[in-house]
């Protein structure tokens, strides 16, 4: 992240993409949103689905308007700026796809601009898009819940142990997750992940001590009982407020002199 040997995001998901199953959609925002990562998603025969901010769209799109609700068949080029960034852009290097306009339904106005591979119509896209809110949400658990937002180790070594073992945790409650909800005929992020997280934890000792048997079956039918009533509330309407962010609180007066201060 720092530092002469720092890498970015957009690197190191280009290294991750051959990590992938082979029939991975390639699902990203605005910050991966650029002709290189596309262009390396092509090479690994992976379809994709890229949001675009509205000032990539228009150059994509040559200056030509698109309506929402539309699509359009476009040949994405490198720009000169991405070539001077990416010199290891081939000549002629370019990737074939639609570009689609939606309206944000979140956001009275605003028009969402994606590139994609897909062969689908832009109310699929745009419902397909949408389940990357999954991502933040998981992404969420693991740095708060998980309580993985700031690692303390120092060494490599105990870095990839912490990181590896908050991961592991993770997985876990998203197993009892899912066994949970397959029982009571729900979807597994109908639950709760901190109150699911929390059961888990209690239930550590009780399943530890049992270790196997019908003891430890007994102990794990009723972590999932417990599991499954940790339902979430069904929202809905959209938020009542507008999303803001909170202020940063009056500053202190300037210290005068000591002198002054005595006075």
């Known amino acids: 992240m720092y530092g002469k040997r720092a890498v970015g995001e957009q690197e190191l998901a280009r290294q991750a993409l051959q990590r992938l199953p082979a029939d991975a959609i390639i699902l990203a925002d605005g910050n991966f949103g650029i002709f290189a990562f596309a262009y390396a998603v092509q090479q690994t025969q992976r379809p994709l689905l890229l949001r675009l901010t509205v000032a990539r769209a228009g150059k994509v799109l040559c200056g030509k308007g698109l309506r929402p609700g539309k699509r359009r068949r476009v040949d994405w080029e490198a720009s000169q700026w991405e070539r001077a960034m990416h010199p290891d852009l081939p000549s002629g290097a370019a990737v074939?796809?639609?570009?689609?306009?939606?309206?944000?339904?979140?956001?009275?106005?605003?028009?969402?601009?994606?590139?994609?591979?897909?062969?689908?119509?832009?109310?699929?896209?745009?419902?397909?898009?949408?389940l990357r809110w999954n991502i933040e949400t998981d992404l969420r658990s693991l740095k708060r819940t998980v309580d993985l937002h700031q690692i303390t180790s120092k060494s490599k070594d105990l870095v990839e142990k912490e990181v590896l073992m908050a991961v592991c945790a993770y997985n876990v409650v998203r197993a009892v997750m899912y066994l949970s909800a397959s029982r009571t005929g729900l979807a597994p992020r109908q639950l709760s992940f901190s109150a699911a997280q929390d059961a888990v934890m209690a239930a550590w000792p009780y399943l530890q001590r049992a270790r196997a048997g019908a003891a430890f079956q007994e102990e794990l039918e009723r972590l999932l009982r417990v599991v499954a009533q940790a339902k979430l509330p069904a929202r809905s309407r959209q938020r009542s407020y507008p999303r803001a962010v909170w202020g940063r609180g009056a500053h202190f007066p300037p210290r005068g002199s000591a002198r002054k201060e005595v006075r």
């Not at 570009?99 to 956001?107: D, H, L, S, Y």
């Not at 028009?111 to 745009?126: D, M, Q, V, W």
């Open 96 to 130: 074939q796809g639609w570009m689609v306009a939606c309206r944000n339904p979140a956001r009275k106005g605003e028009i969402l601009y994606f590139f994609t591979t897909l062969e689908l119509k832009p109310n699929r896209i745009l419902a397909l898009y949408k």
